[in-house]
């Protein structure tokens, strides 16, 4: 019930009470760890997650937060954690699920391989846990394995055999499979899943024959609810931008926002599109306009925050925004990255460079690389800097924001 709640520390503050007569109960140490969590007091959500498993040892609910609790601190104790209760608790799939996307959020691929061979041995054909290791697999860029899986789950009784033609095809494109991936996104013709196909089904031809056909494509789907349409509208925008027509994108999304005023999925990308043409009078008007639709859309704090300080104007401002945007959501590491970026402008750098640790630790994006190594950069560590960039690069060649930070550098 308190978890829209925005002031996470007066949450806190309730929990605690509400959960002092009851000392002996396992959940009222670990709803107050999640709580203390939210609010940013690690040193107590440990405490009372520890609380927690001396009342219920082996409780994977408790491990998994005390395990998401120390990865904020450092990836290493949380897989040293994970690790440790597995040893105690081998059967334990949902924290060895949780280590496994750790390991692969880390690119320790090779690490996370056995886990996924131990979880589909211990599933016994169970659909479900053959579907995550599938997308576990396809996260670490191991396609053929991710098919596999998939596929034997087409074997099962899954009964959304359509989620995993979405998931088949989007295999098939990584691939770089396109006419093997458009026969799975073809299979789905009715239910939730169609509209999916369809933007699936775009992106293929977008590379294959053009945005505009894609585009027309899209223009020709029917009986549409407004959500949907938005959804469309959205993908067509990215199309464009994909093809650095990023007017075209900007004017449709312009046309889009007169259309249907209080999507906040297109206000939002309307102000992305304006950020990418300069026109920050437009970034500004309509973030503060999503804000006051929406006061819990965290990325529009951030984004307003980040182009503020990105543009190296209101840093007060930027920083009060970026501060509220983390307090609606605390783990996430393009938000912890934008913190960086105001602290940067402000001219401390210390700070910076923790933040920046934090959200890389978390993330490795490339965008996030380009940021921590311009401000090692400025701090004299420039191998450490060179060093970071380099690896993100062989990684990511084409994205724009590291090339832009190669050329400054002149790496």
Same mark, same amino acid.
């Given at each position: ?202 992106? *293929?031809?977008? %590379?294959?024959?053009?945005? /505009?056909? !894609? #585009?027309?494509? +899209? ?7 407004? @959500? ?113 970026? *105001?602290?940067? %402008?402000?001219?401390?750098? /210390?700070? !910076? #460079?923790?933040? +920046? ?7 490795? @994006? ?46």
């Amino acid at each position: 019930l308190f978890a829209r709640q925005k002031d996470k520390k007066a949450v806190l503050k309730l929990v605690r009470e509400l959960a002092k007569p009851y000392p002996d109960l396992p959940e009222a140490h670990f709803t107050t760890a999640h709580a203390a969590w939210a609010a940013g007091n690690d040193k107590l959500a440990i405490s009372e997650a520890n609380a927690a498993d001396l009342l219920r040892p082996g409780w994977e609910l408790n491990a998994i937060l005390q395990g998401q609790v120390l990865f904020g601190q450092s990836p290493d104790a949380a897989l040293a954690f994970y690790r440790n209760f597995l040893s105690q608790y081998p059967e334990a799939n949902e924290v060895r699920l949780n280590l496994a996307r750790t390991l692969v959020n880390q690119k320790r691929f090779s690490e996370a391989k056995p886990e996924f061979v131990h979880l589909t041995q211990a599933s016994k054909g169970n659909p479900t846990i053959l579907v995550v290791v599938g997308l576990l697999s396809f996260q670490a860029g191991d396609y053929t394995e991710a098919e596999q899986y998939f596929q034997q789950v087409l074997i099962t009784d899954f009964k959304d055999k359509d989620q995993i033609y979405l998931y088949l095809g989007q295999v098939a494109e990584k691939q770089k499979e396109d006419d093997r991936a458009l026969v799975w996104y073809n299979k789905i013709q009715a239910g939730e899943r169609y509209l999916d196909a369809k933007l699936g089904i775009a992106y *293929v031809v977008s %590379r294959t024959q053009g945005a /505009d056909s !894609a #585009i027309k494509m +899209l223009d020709d789907l029917a009986d549409l609810t407004s @959500d949907q349409l938005a959804l469309v509208v959205q993908t067509q925008a990215n199309l464009l931008t994909q093809a650095k027509r990023h007017q075209e994108a900007y004017e449709l999304l312009d046309k889009a926002v007169k259309n249907l005023p209080s999507m906040p999925g297109i206000i939002y990308d309307y102000a992305m599109a304006a950020e990418k043409l300069g026109h920050l009078d437009v970034v500004e008007r309509e973030l503060r306009k999503l804000i006051q639709i929406k006061p819990d859309f965290a990325q529009a704090y951030n984004a307003l925050g980040y182009s503020l300080a990105d543009h190296n104007i209101k840093l007060e401002e930027a920083h009060t925004l970026i501060e509220k945007a983390l307090a609606l959501s605390p783990n996430d590491h393009f938000i912890l990255d934008s913190m960086k970026w *105001v602290q940067y %402008r402000r001219g401390k750098l /210390d700070k !910076a #460079i923790d933040y +920046l640790r934090r959200a890389y630790n978390k993330q490795t @994006d490339p965008e996030i690389a380009a940021h921590l190594g311009e401000v090692l950069w400025q701090q004299g560590k420039r191998d450490e800097a060179l060093q970071i960039w380099e690896d993100a690069l062989r990684d990511h060649p084409e994205n724009e924001v590291l090339q832009s930070t190669s050329r400054k550098f002149k790496l």
